[in-house]
């Protein structure tokens, strides 16, 4: 068996392979799409993404035969930071071949780096956060590809399972079908005589997004998920730094915050399916991708979008008031899809727990479409059944 080399991202080169690794050995698998390289540079760069403020960690890439297999990340939150039911120490970014023994040589760089970071027990993936891009896929492989939706072929769950990872918790992401008729249907919560008076949808403020609106999201967001396993608070500069990208990508259709009795309680952000404009990019926007891209956004008729961000007061769930606020934002919502032709809405991820927030979306039609897999893995005492065989070697200070 040929050597694989486990090489740590320590500068510039390897950091672009592991951007765009995934469209090296994912490329052609049905339910795929590749994400543009500079997309993947504002998620992993520490100079881009405010949440690395929050971290340390270390990257990875394997490498056989002079050929990139595999990648993984590592992280641990620093003090004062825990995540709620997850553990600090968490990995992330997991690709490879269809071969276990690279995805033993990734997992134990991850590994063993955690271990001198005095972890015990490993969550993930988060990439690289619960926040960003979490869960490895393990059903609806061939599913429409969504922006901002981790892709994994279903043999790396199998493998990762197969080194004594175990689930911690089910994300699912439901599809909402849409067609013209939601347009002729009258609001059935807010135009309630409950509702009518007190119950406002507006929409998000485009121009005073990080002057008023990102404080307001945060608000929300943090309030609503706190308690929710695995929750990490959403800082401001990591809502500012979405709003940056939110002026290019979205309609100010998409974004909706609900008011109770003049107070904002709740929000929603929609995202068009970037993938359907970007996918026979190969990633690349440069030199000629951009002409191309700013084109299609203006002219291309998106048929599928998804909800990226959603959040209500902790006070009003699970109670009949919260439940009208969900069931009106995702009323809405469909009918704001509808009206700029979209035929697929998707909202996830989703706690298979949470059964405050399953309820109403399968209420309305939602349809499960995909499910993402958080595993955990203790990290004390296994190091003789973890060992790698002899051809591996999994020294992060190998060089190429």
């Known amino acids: 068996m040929a050597r694989i080399e486990i090489l740590p991202v320590d500068g510039l080169s390897r950091f672009l392979v592991f951007c765009k690794l995934p469209r090296l050995i994912y490329a052609g698998a049905k339910g795929f799409a590749p994400p543009l390289d500079l997309e993947r540079w504002t998620l992993f760069a520490h100079m881009l993404n405010p949440h690395y ?10 490498r056989r035969d002079g050929q990139w297999v595999g990648r993984i990340s590592a992280h641990v939150y620093k003090d004062g930071i825990t995540p709620v039911g ?5 990995f992330g970014a997991l690709d490879a071949i269809d071969d276990l023994e690279v995805v033993r040589a990734l997992t134990e760089a991850a590994e063993n780096w955690l271990r001198e970071k005095g972890a015990t027990r490993a969550n993930g993936p988060f990439s690289p956060t ?16 969504m922006i901002f939706m981790p892709w994994h072929p279903p043999y790396l769950s199998r493998h990762l399972e197969a080194l004594g990872y175990t689930k911690a918790q089910d994300l699912i992401s439901y599809r909402f ?5 939601f347009l002729n249907e009258a609001p059935r919560i807010s135009n309630r005589r409950e509702w009518r008076d007190r119950l406002k949808l507006r ?7 990080k002057t008023g609106e990102t404080a307001l999201m945060q608000e929300l967001f943090n309030d609503g998920w706190s308690g929710n396993w695995g929750f990490v608070p959403f800082t401001k500069a990591e809502f500012d730094s979405t709003a940056d990208a939110l002026k290019f990508v979205m309609p100010p259709e998409f974004g909706i915050v ?11 952000i929609a995202l068009p399916n970037l993938f359907e404009i970007v996918a026979d990019m190969g990633g690349k926007l440069f030199p000629f991708g951009l002409p191309r891209l700013i084109s299609r956004m203006r002219h291309h008729k998106f048929n599928a979008a998804r909800i990226v961000l959603l959040g209500t007061r902790k006070a009003l769930q699970n109670s009949a008031t919260g439940g009208a606020i969900l069931l009106a934002m995702i009323e809405e919502m469909r009918r704001r899809g509808a009206s700029a032709s979209i035929k697929h809405l998707e909202a996830g991820w989703v706690l298979e727990n949470n059964l405050a927030m ?3 979306i399968e209420m309305f039609g939602g349809k499960v479409d995909k499910i993402h897999r958080i595993y955990e893995r203790r990290l004390s005492g296994d190091g003789e059944a973890r060992r790698a065989p002899d051809s591996v070697s999994a020294n992060p200070q190998a060089t190429g």
């Open 177 to 181: 079908e849409l067609d013209e008729g």
């Open 130 to 145: 619960i926040n960003g891009e979490c869960g490895m896929l393990v059903e609806g492989f061939e599913a429409t590809p």
């Open 358 to 360: 399953r309820k109403p």
């Open 86 to 90: 997850a553990s600090p120490a968490q």
């Open 203 to 209: 929409p998000l403020n485009m121009d005073a997004l």
């Open 53 to 62: 403020k929050l971290v340390e960690d270390q990257k990875f890439l394997a």
């Open 258 to 268: 609900v008011e109770l009795d003049g107070v904002p309680q709740s929000f929603v």
